[in-house]
């Protein structure tokens, strides 16, 4: 397969002003990319591009909120003026939130899907619609969405967060072979338990008491072995599915493949989340 070259192409990040997204910026200015930083904290993204700054890359930063419409559009067309093309995008501006199904209101719904989902998707159709009109052959782009190890399972507590990473997996899937013979890469990435403020955002908007599955810190791993990941996919002239860990890949596989058991670890986990256990 061959490599695609990095140096001088440009890359727009949503969520960029924490976690993944800044990890991810810092790796592709590192791998010699132009990079554009937005997420709705100004003082997080003006440090972060001072950093990138003064590492030698090159970085600028729009504070836009992902929900608003006209937004998405926004952050294409701020690349392409600010850079000169739009090589790769980062769909990665998310949270979670942490709820029994029959707790969620209607506008925790409604916001967690704008978020997650309906503005992934969004940024996806755009971006892709603009790498086939602008970017010459035979790599045209490369389009990513940062899902989740939980797309493929419902997790007790985190229903909604698991069904938006899905939808984020399943259009991504259908995106990749639809758009791989145009010249458009489209990968989703599949982190599991990432040391960054996503559990410290669960635990603001949750509040009470824990009622999901979490992985132990011990067992988390760092935003930069995510961050690597999607670089070295982005030198693929192929999109993917991007995974940092192999042993959830497998248990995640066993879990498809054997779902009444599946389903019996997960009541039992859960009975002893009740019984306050954990
Ligand atoms: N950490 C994990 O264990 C884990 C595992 C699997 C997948 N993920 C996914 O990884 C992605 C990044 O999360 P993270 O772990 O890096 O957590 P994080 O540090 O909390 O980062 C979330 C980012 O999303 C941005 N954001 C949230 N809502 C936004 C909005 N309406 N408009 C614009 N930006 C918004 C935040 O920026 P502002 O607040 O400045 O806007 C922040 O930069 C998320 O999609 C998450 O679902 C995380």
Redesign the pocket.
Known sequence: MASVGLQGRSIAI?????????ATAIACAHAGMNVVL????EE??RTAVERIRGLGGHAEMLV????AAGENQRLIDFTRATFGSLFAVFS?????IERPVLRYTDSELDRIFK??FW?SLELMQLSASHMLANNPGPIRGHVIA?????SKIGLPGFAA?SAT?ALQDHFGRAMRAELDAQGVCVST?????????????VAGLSGGKRVSIQ?PERL?QP?EVVAHAIVKRLRKSHGAEVWTSLPMRIALAGATLFPGLTDALLRRRQRSIDAGKN
């Open positions: 949503t969520g960029a002003s924490s976690g993944i997204g800044l937005a997420a709705r904290r997080k993204l836009m909120d992902v929900t990665n501006a998310g949270y979670g978020t997650n503005s940062c899902s989740s190890c939980v967060y990473k990435v599949h982190p599991i338990g990432t040391r960054t403020e996503f559990f410290d955002t992985a988390k935003a």
